[in-house]
């Protein structure tokens, strides 16, 4: 399954951006996705994930209050609407079944998302 993550680009400390990731052929369960993202010279960490039907998702405690995921079913779309931004969110940014773990990171291009004033 291809998929792919748009929305990132520069934004100023306190800014907002909405990343959205599609899969144009459509298979995946939503419910097992998550958001990934790798900072230069870090690992690889799961910020946001789904963890069942419904409302149920998780966050880390680094975007908890400030992040929200959330899906369009019809468009076969989750999203990542990223607020409150800071330099530290600062990376490229990928989607990916949870299960996956950290070799998301390792897959596709992902989308860079600056937070620079």
């Known amino acids: 399954v291809q998929l792919v993550e748009s929305g990132g680009g520069l934004a100023q400390p306190g800014g907002s951006l909405r990343l959205s990731c599609a899969a144009p052929i459509f298979t995946f369960n939503i419910y097992t996705m998550g958001w990934y993202r790798q900072a230069p010279g870090k690992e690889c960490e799961l910020v946001a994930a789904?963890?069942?039907?419904?409302?149920?998702?998780s966050y880390a405690d680094s975007v908890k209050g400030r992040f929200l995921i959330f899906s369009d079913n019809l468009l076969n779309t989750i999203y990542l609407q990223m607020n409150s931004l800071k330099p530290e969110g600062t990376a490229v940014y990928h989607c990916?079944?949870?299960?996956?773990?950290?070799?998301?990171?390792?897959r596709g291009q992902g989308t860079q998302v600056t937070v620079s004033s």
């Open positions: 990916g079944a949870v299960a996956e773990g950290r070799s998301v990171c390792s």
């Open positions: 789904f963890t069942g039907p419904g409302d149920s998702t």
